[in-house]
């Protein structure tokens, strides 16, 4: 599912059993990531075996650069049956306060 950086920020400190997932590359995740996200690189040959590793149990909330990398990585995390949930507009639209 979309949501907005309001919404998503909000809906992932809201959450009990929320995961902050960045499918930038390790360098981009290098660069500056929000902090205590996880970085799983979705342009990795094994990424579809690292997510299908991921705790069903757990909510995930996904973000890249702009919104494109980690609303594919949502599809494939739905596939797999994971929730997930996409920051429309990526790491920029992640409320700074």
């Known amino acids: ?3 907005n ?3 998503f920020k909000a ?3 809201q959450s009990t059993d929320a995961i902050l997932l960045d499918v ?3 360098d981009e995740f290098n660069g500056g990531h ?5 970085n799983l690189d979705i342009m ?7 997510i299908s590793q991921l705790d069903k149990n757990k909510t995930y909330f996904v973000y890249c650069r702009s919104g494109n990398r980690s609303g ?3 599809m494939m995390m739905m596939d797999l049956g994971l929730k997930a949930y ?3 507009g990526g790491i920029g639209a992640w409320p700074h306060n």
């Open 1 to 3: 599912m979309n949501l």
């Open 5 to 7: 950086g309001n919404e």
């Open 11 to 13: 809906q992932f400190e």
């Open 24 to 26: 930038r590359t390790p």
């Open 34 to 38: 929000i902090p205590n996200s996880i």
């Open 44 to 50: 990795s040959f094994d990424f579809r075996d690292e």
């Open 72 to 74: 594919q990585a949502c």
């Open 86 to 88: 996409n920051l429309v």
